[in-house]
């Protein structure tokens, strides 16, 4: 059973709003990140947290925005969805990239 | 040229075989190499990280490490069914500790 947990699981979103995904960090885990995976594709770095900063940023647009809260759990925040957004949207996290990142199960992002 | 490639596959296997599956990577300052498993529909599963030249063993799975080719692999013994998955090279360092993946490769075990 892994410690980071996600949620929702599936969402379908209508092109143009906005939507929040949910992490809770596995206990000890100072350090989360957000990654964008497409069908068929390894998955995109999004961005980082480290004590509730942004401590870095992929190759996304703003309106990908983020928030880590102080017991660990963060939030990963999509404005103006657009179509090619659907994927599979993976939080991990770590204490200091050691021993690398638990991923949680994933939320799966439909966009119509 | 991407940061980490690998072949996509399917690498197809026969029960009990051994399962070789590589990677590249462009960054000479990557510091960290992990291996995940990825079933279908499923997230990612870290099987092996390693930092140093050379192997790192863990049952059947063992990791390789070469710096100054910038190649890293792994190798799974006495491959079952259930090692049917897509298997991700990640590798972080030279830039803070994000994951930077390949595409991954498809093993296929088949009786």
């Known amino acids: 059973e892994t410690g980071v947990t996600q949620s929702p699981t599936h969402l379908i979103k209508t092109r143009g709003q906005q939507v929040t995904l949910r992490c809770s960090s596995q206990s000890g885990h100072n350090t989360v990140s957000w990654y964008q995976q497409a069908l068929g594709q390894g998955p995109q770095f999004i961005f980082q947290y480290y004590r509730e900063e942004e401590n870095g940023r992929g190759n996304f647009p703003p309106r990908f925005s983020g928030l880590q809260f102080p017991n660990y759990s963060s939030e990963l925040n999509v404005n103006a969805l657009e179509l090619d957004d659907s994927a599979l949207y993976l939080c991990?996290?770590?204490?200091?990239?050691?021993?690398?990142?638990?991923f949680g199960s994933g939320t799966r992002l439909t966009v119509v | 040229q991407k940061e980490v490639e690998q072949n996509s596959g399917p690498l197809s296997v026969p029960e009990g075989a051994i399962a070789s599956l590589n990677c590249t990577y462009s960054d000479r300052g990557s510091q960290s190499f992990f291996w995940y498993r990825q079933y279908s529909g499923k997230s990612p599963e870290l099987i092996m990280f390693i930092y140093s030249n050379g192997d790192k063993e863990d049952g059947r799975f063992t990791a390789q490490l070469n710096k100054a080719s910038q190649y890293v692999s792994l190798l799974i013994r006495d491959s079952q069914p259930s090692d049917s998955a897509t298997y991700l090279c990640?590798?972080?360092?030279?830039?803070?500790?994000?994951?930077?993946f390949g595409t991954g490769t498809q093993l296929k075990v088949e009786l």
């Open positions: 990640a590798v972080t360092g030279g830039g803070g500790n994000k994951l930077t």
């Open positions: 991990a996290s770590t204490f200091q990239g050691a021993y690398g990142y638990t």
